[in-house]
């Protein structure tokens, strides 16, 4: 069973347009985490939830909403989208916040703006 | 959290013990030091973490200096499965949200050779 599961895997879409991603952890964990991979390969983290509670934003756009309807579950909506929105998305998802806990990634979305 | 220095690339020979190295100078005494890898096309893969005494697992062994201003990840015999970026990255171990991100930097490029 994968432990940290993405969909979609690939997403192409046209500017303006909005889309979503979803994420999904079977591993009974509290702390989900979306972070953003563009062309230059920087990975770099955007929000993380704690119990569904937001606990960081790493100064995104407000176009893009997360959403974590329970713990095992942090979806990622994104408004209006831009060509600069190109990259691939990675979810991730830890025991807690406590910093012994290591992350573990899914095989992320990637997203193409035409 | 601390910045870490690693090597841009380096090379392996299969069968060989691949070390590679981490500088984080300006470590504090409440932050740990992570290693992931990121084979091309996924996500990136939890190694192996420590903060002060050297750790070993079924993947690696993490060497931690004395003073911990730097580290080596060994893989014992590295396979051309091993080929990926490497990276080095110091997390605080404090129980807050802002602190459970990872923050990664360029990594090593582990190249294994025949």
């Known amino acids: 069973d994968t432990a940290v599961s993405q969909t979609p895997k690939y997403l192409v879409t046209q500017m303006g347009n909005d889309k979503s991603i979803k994420c999904e952890q079977n591993?009974?964990?509290?702390?989900m985490y979306w972070y953003k991979q563009d062309s230059k390969k920087f990975l770099k983290i955007m929000f993380s939830?704690?119990?569904?509670?937001?606990?960081i934003n790493e100064t995104v756009p407000n176009r893009f909403s997360p959403k974590s309807p329970d713990k095992a579950h942090l979806n990622l909506h994104i408004n209006s989208l831009e060509l600069g929105d190109s990259a691939v998305y990675f979810c991730?998802?830890?025991?807690?916040?406590?910093?012994?806990?290591?992350?573990?990634f899914g095989d992320g979305t990637r997203l193409s703006i035409l | 959290d601390a910045k870490t220095t690693q090597p841009t690339s380096m090379d392996c020979a299969e069968g060989r013990a691949a070390n590679l190295p981490c500088n984080h100078s300006?470590?504090?005494?409440?932050?740990?030091v992570y290693w992931y890898r990121q084979i091309h096309s996924q996500g990136p893969q939890y190694i192996i973490h420590?903060?002060?005494n050297n750790e070993t697992n079924e993947m690696a062994s993490l060497i931690i200096t004395e003073d911990r201003k730097s580290s080596t990840l060994i893989l014992p015999h590295a396979t051309l499965r091993d080929t990926a970026v490497y990276y080095c990255?110091?997390?605080?171990?404090?129980?807050?949200?802002?602190?459970?991100?990872?923050?990664f930097g360029t990594g090593t490029r582990l190249q294994v050779t025949l």
């Open positions: 991730a998802s830890s025991q807690d916040v406590r910093g012994g806990q290591p992350q573990h």
């Open positions: 591993l009974g964990h509290d702390t």
């Open positions: 939830y704690n119990n569904k509670e937001l606990i």
């Open positions: 300006t470590i504090s005494g409440n932050e740990y």
């Open positions: 420590g903060l002060k």
């Open positions: 990255i110091v997390r605080a171990s404090l129980n807050t949200g802002t602190a459970s991100k990872l923050t």
